[in-house]
């Protein structure tokens, strides 16, 4: 029983955080007109440029096998 109380006080967080987080992407899609993709693709690019002007040294080496997958984390 302490289980389900648990889970059923705890499930709605996350459940909340993500529909705000949706939401929040929809208002700025519309006041800007930059979709969430292309966003993403401009701060890539950003995020190259910087790891490539030799600033970020030990940033640079690192690859995606040392970034966690996000989604595994979550499980």
């Known amino acids: 029983m302490a ?3 648990r889970e059923a006080l705890t499930l709605p967080a996350p459940v909340i955080s993500v529909a705000l987080s949706m ?3 929809a208002e700025a899609e519309q006041e800007t007109g930059v979709t969430l993709d292309r966003w993403w693709l401009a ?3 950003r ?4 790891l490539d002007s030799g ?3 030990l940033l640079a080496t690192l ?3 040392e970034v ?4 595994e984390l979550f499980e």
Not at 47 to 50: F, G, P, Y
Not at 68 to 71: A, G, M, R, S
Request: aromatic share 4%; hydrophobic share 30%.
């Open 43 to 45: 701060q890539r690019e």
């Open 55 to 57: 600033r970020f040294l």
């Open 47 to 50: 995020a190259d440029e910087l």
């Open 68 to 71: 966690p997958d996000v989604d």
């Open 63 to 65: 690859t995606g096998e």
């Open 23 to 25: 939401a929040d992407e």
């Open 3 to 5: 289980t389900r109380i």
